[in-house]
C-alpha cells in the first residue's frame, strides 16, 4: 500500500493564532504515534486528517486524495475516536457503534452485525446494551475504539486513546490497539503525549513541537543504529582512567559515574572503547551498545 497521509509545509491559522507553522512527515502503514505536549496542534493535525477543516497553506493527502474537497472518498475508509469522552448518556453502546457504522455506509442488518463484533473484540460483549451513561470512563475507551473500527475500515485515528485509566486498563488498552493493527490489517495514528506508551507500540513516530515537525520516521530510524558505546567500569577511578585516554585521543565521549558513554556514528566508536579499555588495563563490567529512547529523541530535537 502507498503512504496513507503525507503533509508537506502544512500550516492551520485560525486569525492571529497560529496552531502549526510548517508540519512535514510521510505515515506508512502500521501503527504511527503523533507526539507532542497537550496544545502542540495534533487534535488540528487530526481533524485535517478528517477532513473537518482545511489547512491554511501546504499540502496534505490522505489516502491518495485531499480529505478536504475529496472527503467523501475516504470517510468510508476511515474510522475515528476523538479524545473527549462525551458521550450520549442513555444510548446503548450497540446503538451507538451500530449507527456509526452505518453513518460509514454500511446496510443496517451488516452494520447491526459489525457492532457486535467490535464490541465482543473489545471486551465489552456483556455490557453492550448497557446505557454509555452508566459506563466506567474505560469502558467509554473501549466504546469508541469499537465504534472506529466496526465498519472495517484502512487507518483509524485514535486521539489519547488511554486518557483517563489506570495503568492496567491503559495496558490493556494498548494490547486491544496492537491486536487491531496486527490481527485484522487496520493501520493505526495514535495521538499521545505520553512516550512510553507510543514506544510500546508503535512503529514509527512523528514529533510535533512549536507548530513545526522535530522528528518523523520510523521508530528505529528515530532512535538510531546504537552507535554510542556505554563502558561500565568496576569504580570511578577507571573511569576516570578511560576519560583520560578518550581525551587525549580526541574521542567524543561522556563521563557518568562508574560509566562512560564514548560517542560515534558507526562500529568505530565500539574499537575505540574497546583498545582504550585494553591500554587502560581496567576492569570492565559491561561494554554495550547504546541505543536513544523516543524521550532523548524528543529532548535532542526540541532544544
Known sequence: MDSLVTADAVAKRYGSFTALSSVDFT???GITGLLGANGTGKTTLLG?????HPVTAGTLTVLGVNPYTQGHLIRARMGYSPEHHTLPGDVKAADFVHHVAELHGLPPREAKTRASDALWLVGLAEERFRPMGTMSTGQRQRVKLA???AHDPAVVLLDEPTDGLDPEQRDEMLRLIRTVATSFGISVILSSH???EVERICDAAV???EGRTLAAGSLDALRGSGA???IDLESTEDAATVVGLLSQRGIPHLPDGRSVVVQGQDDSAFDAARDVCAEAGVSIRRLSR???SLEDVFLERAS
Open 27 to 29: 505515515i506508512d502503514p
Open 48 to 52: 485535517m486528517m478528517l477532513g473537518l
Open 147 to 149: 465504534q472506529a473500527i
Open 194 to 196: 505520553l512516550l512510553d
Open 207 to 209: 514529533i510535533i513541537g
Open 228 to 230: 554510542d558505546v556505554v
Open 290 to 292: 547504546r541505543r536513544l
